[in-house]
T-cell receptor, first 115, second 114 residues
Framework: AQSVTQLDSQVPVFEEAPVELRCNYS??????LFWYVQYPNQGLQLLLK??????LVKGINGFEAEFNKSQTSFHLRKPSVHISDTAEYFC?????????????FGSGTRLSIRP | ETGVTQSPTHLIKTRGQQVTLRCSSQ?????VSWYQQALGQGPQFIFQ???????GRGNFPPRFSGLQFPNYSSELNVNALELDDSALYLC?????????????FGNGTRLTVT
């Protein structure tokens, strides 16, 4: 079985400051890793994904994440945030060769940007 | 390219009633997954349909059931509604894969059970 822990339920930051949203996962098998963003009253949108290869993954809107296998982490970072980044962010995993895209989500981190 | 559309956007039902939620998948996607997102929580996997067959199920009771149609659209049915079924129900479509296919989500149906 897989599980995802997002260590911070809320992260307040000032505009143009850097941010890191933390994610740890647990799995007995290899997994793919994802970050999704949910804006108010909308569904989830894929930010980035790690399937294999380079452990530093770049996504949309200037976000990037680094996969650390030894620490089973996949933290999301952005060097300078904007008001428009205010949203809920979800880390997710999917077992490799699961036969179905059963993606398991964390409980989310609410990013609030202060002007 | 047409995205994932869900209907209705909001719904209010009474405990014990039955509800049907609908989803049209994104063009070119033949796999549909349903998720339940309770307030303040992450989405929980209900089940997935591929080629009109259930292809994986999460930890939800049998009163949660689904269908997929030849045009890949899908329905989620919930019988004997309970108060705890109040949530945002998200439909997501994808191409078939071995766990690496990202999900494309609709905006969800907000179900309130009173």
């Amino acid at each position: 079985a897989q599980s995802v822990t997002q260590l911070d339920s809320q992260v307040p930051v000032f505009e143009e400051a850097p941010v890191e949203l933390r994610c740890n996962y647990s799995s007995s098998v290899s997994v793919y890793l994802f970050w999704y963003v949910q804006y108010p009253n909308q569904g989830l949108q894929l930010l980035l994904k790690y399937l294999s290869g380079s452990t530093l993954v770049k996504g949309i809107n200037g976000f990037e994440a680094e996969f650390n296998k030894s620490q089973t982490s996949f933290h999301l970072r952005k060097p300078s945030v904007h008001i428009s980044d205010t949203a809920e962010y979800f880390c997710a995993v999917s077992p490799v060769y699961s036969g179905a895209s059963k993606i398991i989500f964390g409980s989310g981190t609410r990013l609030s940007i202060r002007p | 390219e047409t995205g994932v559309t869900q209907s209705p956007t909001h719904l209010i039902k009474t405990r014990g009633q039955q509800v049907t939620l609908r989803c049209s998948s994104q063009s070119g996607h033949n796999t549909v997954s349903w998720y339940q997102q309770a307030l303040g929580q992450g989405p929980q996997f209900i089940f997935q349909y591929y080629r009109e067959e259930e292809n994986g199920r999460g930890n939800f009771p049998p009163r949660f059931s689904g269908l997929q149609f030849p045009n890949y659209s899908s329905e989620l049915n919930v019988n004997a509604l309970e108060l705890d079924d109040s949530a945002l129900y998200l439909c997501a479509s994808s191409t078939p894969g071995t766990g690496n296919s990202p999900l494309h989500f609709g905006n969800g149906t907000r179900l309130t059970v009173t």
